[in-house]
């Protein structure tokens, strides 16, 4: 059994921002790529620097908002082996239909020094069934990790209603682990490894020894980004069994985006000028991770193609090519306004957002009270999310209303 420890050398740390000044250094990119390879590695370990605390104040409902949620999530529960039909027979090579993201570049099939541009119906189907066991596996690897922080939250964040709410998110992560794992397996055949860009994120949340910070990390940047990509998902395939899975996954994750949003509110009302860019700083890096997840090194490797290649023609793409990528930072970005990191400290975040493309969703709806739009009892949820993604798309084209 292969054990590693967190942080490969040469890749850096959060907060650090090395190699970030230029967000599209394909240098920095590849380098983090190709770290800690171990295709055999189990189990992996990642230091806790946070201290646990203890509260001898047990008066619930102290933060009403959070008990409210606390309230909601105790009626909001699911059956992973009951509630979804297993039984379903999945088309592997059906289930999500991710070839037309790529497509969106005309010329990734038509120019010449395309990698893709001798391409045909055999690859592009097996690109779609890869890219799709991709995507699912790096949205189960962070659902661990959301396991792992939320666990976290309920040992050190010094609120009672939060420990509650912790604790419960808790359970609804496992649940979401135990549905992508078994999807995976049951109906594509397995999954990929962790992304190194996505590992390295997990691995500074959670070595971070102040307690806002995972909050920031997991229920803002993670999980706002994972809350905006199952929605598109949903959108997308026709597959019922997904489908099914992942509406049922998206209403607990818009809880645990508004616990973020509603906790971090009260904490960064009292931070310093200095504090607060530490978390601007964070929460850039943790963007930047993400975005170059989604640029999935391992499938171009699986399917034979140069992956510093299709990293660089991803990065140079015309911008209304980068329509999904864009659309990912649609929950994350207003969330970041509501909770005042945006323009403090001159702006910092603001202009960093504006330099990877995503400052247009600022003014879309914040999470802090859309979540209930995503319960299970919301006899209009299709219609609202559809809505929901058409105004994100209209927003990212530059088409949304003034």
């Not at 090395?18 to 990119?29: A, E, L, Q, S």
């Not at 959070?66 to 999945?90: G, P």
């Not at 661990?144 to 992560?173: F, H, R, S």
């Not at 601007?280 to 290649?309: C, I, K, N, Y």
Request: proline residues 3%.
């Amino acid at each position: 059994m292969a054990i590693t420890e967190n942080h490969p050398s040469g890749t850096g740390g959060v907060h650090g921002l090395t190699g970030y000044d230029d967000p599209n250094n394909v240098d920095r990119i590849m380098e983090i790529a190709k770290a800690n390879q171990n295709k055999d590695e189990l189990i992996h370990l990642v230091e806790d620097n946070a201290e646990a605390i203890f509260t001898w104040n047990y008066d619930k409902g102290e933060r009403p908002k959070l008990d409210k949620l606390y309230e909601k999530s105790k009626t909001s529960q699911w059956n992973a082996t009951t509630d979804l039909d297993w039984s379903i027979e999945v088309d592997p090579y059906e289930a999500l239909n991710l070839q037309a993201e790529l497509q969106l570049d005309p010329s990734n099939m038509e120019d010449p020094a395309s990698p893709l541009f001798n391409w045909g119906d055999k690859e592009w189907r097996e690109f779609g069934l890869q890219s799709a066991k991709w995507r699912l596996s790096q949205f189960l690897h962070g659902e661990q990790g959301a396991l792992l922080c939320t666990a976290k939250i309920v040992e050190t964040v010094p609120w009672i209603d939060a420990k509650y709410y912790a604790a419960q998110q808790v359970v609804d992560e496992a649940r979401h682990v135990e549905v992508f794992a078994r999807y995976l397996d049951e109906k594509l055949g397995g999954g990929y490894q962790i992304n190194a860009h996505l590992g390295l994120l997990l691995d500074d949340i959670i070595n971070d020894s102040e307690w806002d910070m995972t909050y920031l990390g997991m229920q803002i940047m993670v999980e706002g980004l994972a809350l905006a990509a199952f929605g598109f998902m949903h959108d997308l395939t026709e597959e019922p069994l997904l489908k099914k899975l992942l509406r049922y996954v998206m209403s607990d994750e818009a809880r645990h985006v508004a616990f973020g949003v509603l906790s971090l509110q009260e904490v960064y009302q009292d931070m310093t000028t200095a504090e607060i860019r530490h978390r601007q700083e964070f929460a850039f890096e943790a963007a930047l991770r993400m975005r170059d997840r989604f640029l999935q090194q391992e499938v171009w490797e699986h399917m034979g193609v140069d992956s510093r290649t299709m990293t660089e023609r991803l990065l140079n793409a015309p911008e209304e090519a980068k329509l999904f990528q864009r659309m990912l930072f649609s929950k994350i970005v207003p969330n970041c306004k509501k909770l005042g990191l945006l323009d403090a400290g001159e702006g910092w975040l603001r202009e960093k957002f504006t330099e990877i493309g995503v400052i247009e969703f600022e003014d879309l709806p914040d999470t802090g009270a859309e979540f209930i739009d995503y319960d299970l009892d919301e006899e209009r949820f299709e219609e609202k999310a559809q809505a929901m993604h058409e105004t994100a798309a209209a927003t990212a084209m530059g088409t949304g209303e003034e």
